[in-house]
């Protein structure tokens, strides 16, 4: 196919891709609301709850959103996005004026040039990573990108050089963040404002030639190459871009803790991304952020309500706690959160008398619905086994 | 050119080999007992990396279930070995009694050996009957649902174990170690952790290339659903295969915990481990186990040696070598050196 006829298969999907359905108007409708709240909250709510949990559930939803995307639109499911995010935040917190000094490199660069050179570190790193591991699929991926974030985990374990003893401490920040310890509230806005920045960006993207080329990819690799397009190289993009928007989250979660560790990357920091993203639900990048939320209250608030059961159960056994509910929402309801939801309209809407929840559906039917529902998706050949029966 | 481009790869790997060779005969030549040492140290470690990783790969290749949990029962099984070994044999865990003379005998090593080995492979079955058999096929929700799984064990090991290291003790009245004239090494390390894994290894060729089960096992890699309609209850070699898997993960876990040690964290070690072995190997391929397994032991021992060059040492980035391996071995063979296509 030549690329005039590309191009323009590619905008007559664009086209129908964009519909100005009144459902569609509705979400985005849902979606002000939420926002306009959430930039009311530091005005509403009590100040640990903007500044501890929204604004770590904000962040967090960014990383996990990372994997939602490239899991929804890509059909990879990448446990590697805590690797790239350590990456972005261990490549800032050396580069940048850190002021105890302990460990780090030190170099005593301006907060934002640490910022860029750290999300460009991590961008790079995993581009090249990505070149590699976009041309293994499904469970091989999953395995891959897990090998790259505990080879990273391990990697800054083992240089000190890099991550000091116990981490690189008191990384400092922009000024007009002022101290984030005792006023949350910049740090809060500037997590909103990346997560509604990532969360546009992202919509926008799928939306354009390249990520329409992308779903097509995840439903059927085989095709698409035999269509012209180039399949390793499209993966390793949407993977790289998957990156750029893991190490904002890393970035963030290193101005939110003040410091950056190996123990914040390791492999109960990459599940804790992947328990987000599968809660909240992986068929919509929304559930990046309800994941987090649901995540960071069952954290927050777990210490106080979980009853003592021998040695099974107490109040710092908060993973058993997450893990069950993990399991529960793999086992019970591949959707997450807003599966959950989504049932839940389908079977009390009417009898309430609401619009029936099929018209969203329909709505969206444009942006290339996978053929399952689900985390079984995210695998190409058993979509594509689908297909052919 | 295009052709040039794909050929880049396969000859950086060649020259890298080369490279690599080369380098190792020469630290060879010069101080040969350390060489040899290394050497051993690797095989042994890659003979723990395989126990482990076979058990991995035999269910992969049978069933297509990616046991995230694997190396949750490798520690769960060293950590119950040793409880044994302590409450069952008095005396026998405590380090210190040792140096006074107590003698751990052969029977309170291996009891626990093959305790540990049959209940984690009962507590293997349990988790495939019960999780998984029912979504079959759904990878990456097995995937997930076994992840899971290792999160809860994770953190009940160590609420039930505390985060000390423990050892296992091995019989005292083995010899400390063998000599070849005036070479040493450890006896456990080459007779019971690399031989045992040489012996599993061989088991495991006979039974998948020489007995009707292995024959059932092979048939059911290539075509599930035909060998199903042929009459065999597919169920049961499921339930049998992933006994085998789990057990293998117990049995390395207690040697593991006899060589090195038992202790939070060496789950994901150990699961690493495993995954690369496999990635560089080939998913499902027990020759690709044993090779990746050696590879990523002598890789991981060399480094952690020779990463010295005059006054610069580099070993702290030894890691880094594991990380090229595997992108090498990904850049040329995307499905590891004996990987097929599903």
Partial sequence: MSAAARIGAAGAALRRARPTTPAAAGGWAVLAVIGVLLLLAPAIGPNVWVSQVLTQ????????????FLSRYGGMISLGQV???????????????????????NLGWTPWLGVLFGIAVAVFIAFLYGAVASRSYGIYFLMTTLALSLLVFYFFGQVTQLSGFGGVRDV??????????????????????ASAGVYLLLRYVVRTPFG??????????????????????HRTLAFTL???????AGILSVWYNTQIAPGNIGIGQTLAVLIVAVIGGLSRLEGAWIGALAYTLIEWYSRSWTPTVGNWLGPGQFNTIIGIVFLLIVLLSPDGLIGIWQRLRTRVGPLLGGSPPAAPEAGRAEEAEPKQTGVSTADGSSSSEVQEA | MRTAVRQAPRAALIALVLLVVVWLALKGSKDGTTFLQVTLNGLSIGGLFFVVAAGFTLIFGLM????????SLYLFGGYLAYKAQASWFHGAASQFSLTAGNKVSVASFVVPLIYATVVIGLVGLVIQQVLLRWNQGQELRQALITIAVSVIFADQLLAHYGGIAQTIN??????????VGSFHYPFFRLAVVLGSAVVIGVLLYLLIKRTRFGMIVRAGVDDRAMLSAMGVNVQVVFAAAFFIGSALAGFAGVLGGAVLSVQPGYDTQLLLDALIVVIVGGMGSLGGAAIGAVLL???QSYSAIYLKFGSTDLTNYAILLTFILVIVVLAVRPLGLFGRPA
């Fill in chain 1, 172 to 193: 400092s920040h922009p000024g007009f963040l002022g101290d984030t310890l005792t006023n949350g509230t910049p740090l809060f806005y500037v997590c909103l404002g």
């Fill in chain 2, 297 to 299: 032991g002598l890789v």
């Fill in chain 2, 64 to 71: 297509r279930v990616v046991n995230m949990a694997h190396g």
């Fill in chain 1, 57 to 68: 559930a904000l962040w967090l939803g960014i990383a996990a959103v990372s994997l939602t």
């Fill in chain 1, 83 to 105: 690797a790239i995010y350590g990456i972005a935040g261990f490549a800032m917190a050396n580069v940048v004026h850190t002021i105890n000094s302990e460990g780090g490199l």
């Fill in chain 1, 212 to 233: 329409i080329a992308l779903q097509g990819i995840r439903d059927d690799p085989p095709r698409m190459a035999s269509l012209g397009y180039n399949v390793p190289l």
């Fill in chain 2, 170 to 179: 091995q019989p005292t009245s083995w010899p400390l170690s063998v000599t």
């Fill in chain 1, 242 to 248: 998957g990156a750029f928007v893991a190490s904002i």
